[in-house]
């Protein structure tokens, strides 16, 4: 079974520039998140989504928002960039979402970003 | 909050010696517990998991018991080789409906010396 994709791997963008990154989730799992890694920060939870719609949300600002598709395919997209979202942005899926006994979240490879 | 606190500072011993890695934690419910291994320029791989209390999970001679007594989930492994040399994260998640979120411990840098 192929596992978490994530497109695309690299981007470099400006400040003030908007980006939008894309990832789809290990076939038949309907739960996503998305987490933000930086050295300073370390491992951020975003958001989540599951059967389309945001069950959780991260303590980030209103430029980080994401979306999710009927076929699971989650998007997230940060507007009026900033130098500090340069980090390494995780996708990741779940079975359940934590029902049924399946707690595990399996990661993508992530996008890096660059901001300058 | 939930949290997890690991140990402070990088990891450096040599082939063939005990690793040994702490982890304790903090949750308001019945946590699930993991640990994930993190390899240079690559995602977050899941190593091992345990869901409830004295489970022990394991992986790739990787051991961890969750201790609900003493709330940790302390990883080893008897006979390291080079080729584990990542950055290895502690993790918890409170599985319920509305909140799969997981929390991570700040990682540990391990270097293993041939």
């Known amino acids: 079974k192929a596992g978490v994709t994530q497109t695309p791997r690299y981007l470099i963008k400006t400040r003030g520039q908007q980006v939008t990154l894309s990832c789809s989730p290990i076939?038949?799992?309907?739960?996503v998140s998305w987490y933000q890694q930086t050295p300073g920060q370390g491992l951020q939870f975003l958001f989540e989504?599951?059967?389309?719609?945001?069950?959780n949300k991260g303590n980030f600002p209103g430029r980080f928002s994401g979306r999710q598709f009927s076929n699971s395919r989650s998007e997230m997209n940060v507007s009026t960039l900033e130098l500090g979202d340069s980090a390494l942005y995780l996708c990741?899926?779940?079975?359940?979402?934590?029902?049924?006994?399946?707690?595990?979240?399996?990661f993508g490879p992530g996008t890096r970003l660059t901001v300058t | 909050g939930d949290s997890v606190t690991q140990m402070e500072g990088p990891v450096t011993l040599s082939e063939e010696a005990f690793l040994t890695i702490n982890c304790t934690y903090t949750?308001?419910?019945?946590?699930?517990l993991f640990w994930y291994v993190q390899y240079p320029g690559e995602g977050l791989q899941l190593l091992l998991k345990?869901?409830?209390?004295?489970d022990k999970g394991s992986n790739k001679g990787f051991e961890a018991t969750y201790r609900k007594e003493t709330t940790s989930f302390h990883l080893e492994k008897g006979s390291v080789q080079v080729s584990d040399s990542a950055v290895y994260f502690c993790?918890?998640?409170?599985?319920?409906?509305?909140?799969?979120?997981?929390?991570f411990g700040k990682g540990n840098q391990v270097v293993v010396i041939p």
């Open positions: 989504y599951f059967s389309e719609t945001q069950r």
């Open positions: 345990a869901t409830k209390a004295d």
């Open positions: 076939s038949g799992h309907r739960s």
């Open positions: 949750a308001t419910g019945y946590p699930s």
């Open positions: 990741a899926s779940s079975l359940t979402g934590g029902l049924a006994g399946e707690p595990e979240q399996y």
């Open positions: 993790a918890l998640s409170v599985p319920s409906y509305g909140n799969n979120r997981l929390a």
